[in-house]
């Protein structure tokens, strides 16, 4: 029965962990999606308040031991050497330390603290969603795109905002599409400036073929 209330109460403590990692764990992480969210509910259901209900389990076997003697109590019961307040409050410093310590609590007071909060505010496409509509000009969108350092999945996740960008100034773009392509790839890499042209071209209702 002690070793049951010692992994008991490190699980526990691990599991505090979990839920505080997950506070500040980054939006792509294993722990943010639908799968692992209910892995770490499934967790916290069986293992968080676990000790307390071992610690309910040794008083309610009492009177089963009296009766049929002390076999049971030995199995399941208390066990004698150790304090029922000891260890409740050995559980309660586990869960509170490995709370505080996913959540990294010595850096509490760093900008960046909760990098998984601020990962989607600071990434290149959630600026380039904010700032994209604000351009006055292609060329005035393009830097801006140029100045975020685009990724092709990036660029694929603007699709949207791309095309508007080519219904409002697509009549700015060059008449040939390899033109058009050109004057992209001034400002983002080859790569990327494909995609954008692509939808760019889209929003201004030209084949990007063409």
Request: hydrophobic share 50%; proline share 6%.
């Amino acid at each position: 029965m002690i070793g049951l209330l010692i992994v008991s109460a490190i699980a526990s403590g691990a599991t505090a962990f979990l839920i505080g990692y997950a506070f500040l764990a980054p939006h792509d992480s294993f722990i943010r999606t639908k799968t692992g969210s209910i892995l770490l509910v499934v967790l916290v259901l069986t293992f968080l308040f676990l000790p307390p209900q071992l610690m309910g389990i040794g008083s309610a076997l009492k009177p089963l031991g009296a009766q049929t003697g002390s076999g049971v109590m030995e199995a399941f019961g208390w066990p004698a050497g150790l304090n029922r307040e000891v260890y409740r409050f050995s559980w309660i410093l586990l869960m509170i330390g490995g709370l505080l310590s996913g959540l990294r609590i010595w850096d509490v007071r760093k900008p960046d603290w909760r990098p998984g909060a601020m990962a989607l505010a600071s990434s290149p496409v959630s600026r380039a969603e904010g700032l994209l509509p604000l351009a006055k000009s292609l060329e005035e969108a393009l830097e801006t795109l140029g100045r975020l350092n685009l990724a092709p999945r990036d660029a694929e996740h603007l699709a949207g905002r791309l095309r508007d960008i080519g219904r409002h100034f697509g009549h700015q773009l060059p008449e040939g599409n390899g033109a058009a392509y050109k004057v992209v790839a001034q400002y983002v890499s080859p790569a990327v400036a494909a995609i954008v042209t692509g939808h760019v071209l889209e929003g201004a209702l030209r084949k990007p073929g063409a």
